[in-house]
């Protein structure tokens, strides 16, 4: 077992399930600040970090892309109040046809 694997391992429940279908790097990450920028952490993510995320302590971003440029999945980011109905409706059309799709809400859209 690889050390991403032994991370996603030593978390639990909702923090597990996500880790294992949306983290694909665990060597860096990106922090938010306070300005709504993010910047790049040149160090592993722990774990705690994770949890802090889902706390709201903190927002993280992680990469989309593995170490040999790879992708898993697509994010489709909708920064408008009224794009919220077409997200749903896009969601809707994707698990209907046996694509997973999941949805989650921001400030400005979703």
Same mark, same amino acid.
Request: proline share 4%.
């Given at each position: *077992? @690889?050390? &991403?694997?032994?991370?996603?391992?030593? *978390? &639990? @429940?909702?923090?597990?399930? *996500?880790? @294992?279908?949306?983290?694909?790097?665990?060597? /860096? +990450?990106? /922090?938010?600040?306070?300005?709504?920028? +993010?910047?790049?952490?040149?160090?592993?993510?722990?774990? &705690?970090?994770? +949890?802090?995320? #889902?706390? @709201? &302590?903190?927002? #993280?971003?992680? +990469?989309?892309?593995?170490?040999?440029?790879?992708?898993?999945?697509?994010?489709?980011?909708?920064?408008?109040?009224?794009?919220?109905?077409?997200?749903?409706?896009?969601?809707?059309? #994707?698990?209907?046809?046996?694509?997973?799709?999941?949805?989650?809400?921001?400030?400005?859209?979703?």
């Amino acid at each position: *077992m @690889g050390k &991403e694997e032994s991370q996603v391992d030593d *978390m &639990e @429940g909702p923090a597990k399930n *996500m880790a @294992g279908r949306f983290i694909q790097r665990w060597d /860096l +990450y990106a /922090l938010q600040s306070r300005d709504g920028r +993010y910047v790049c952490v040149h160090k592993p993510l722990a774990t &705690e970090k994770v +949890y802090s995320h #889902l706390r @709201g &302590e903190a927002t #993280l971003g992680t +990469y989309v892309l593995t170490l040999d440029s790879k992708a898993r999945f697509t994010v489709f980011d909708f920064d408008s109040a009224d794009s919220w109905p077409a997200l749903v409706n896009l969601t809707t059309r #994707l698990n209907t046809n046996g694509i997973p799709a999941y949805l989650e809400q921001s400030r400005r859209g979703g």
